[in-house]
């Protein structure tokens, strides 16, 4: 029943700054954690930044000091704020949400993923 909206990629210079956005839907039982991976061609993906239901945040090394994870709960939103953006960051960005289902098993919804390109 959930679904995740993603919202924000684009194409930037070097340097500069993106906000993504994903907005959730649909009944969710039971909210663990929100998080954006990412994945650029011919490479696995990868955890970028994640949020836990109590507000912790853990980021990927590489984008440490540079990338912040928010959330807005009264619009079931999570934002990841991207600045000094460098050209590996070049990737497809996908909205992650883990939570429960109805029968009490925790599960991961995904976004159809949105593309940021930066360019040098």
């Known amino acids: 029943q959930v679904q995740l909206v993603e919202s924000g990629g684009g194409l930037v210079q070097a340097g500069g700054s993106l906000r993504l956005s994903c907005a959730a839907s649909g009944t969710i039982f039971n909210l663990y954690a929100m998080g954006w991976y990412r994945q650029a061609p011919g490479k696995q993906r990868e955890l970028v930044a994640i949020?836990?239901?109590?507000?912790?945040?853990n980021y990927a090394d590489s984008v440490k000091g540079r990338f912040s994870i928010s959330r807005d709960n009264a619009k079931n939103t999570v934002y990841l704020q991207m600045n000094s953006l460098k050209p590996e960051d070049t990737a497809v960005y996908y909205c992650?949400?883990?939570?429960?289902?109805?029968?009490?098993?925790?599960?991961?919804?995904w976004g159809k993923g949105t593309l940021v390109t930066v360019s040098s």
């Open positions: 949020i836990t239901s109590g507000g912790s945040t």
């Open positions: 992650n949400l883990a939570g429960g289902t109805s029968l009490g098993y925790a599960t991961n919804y």
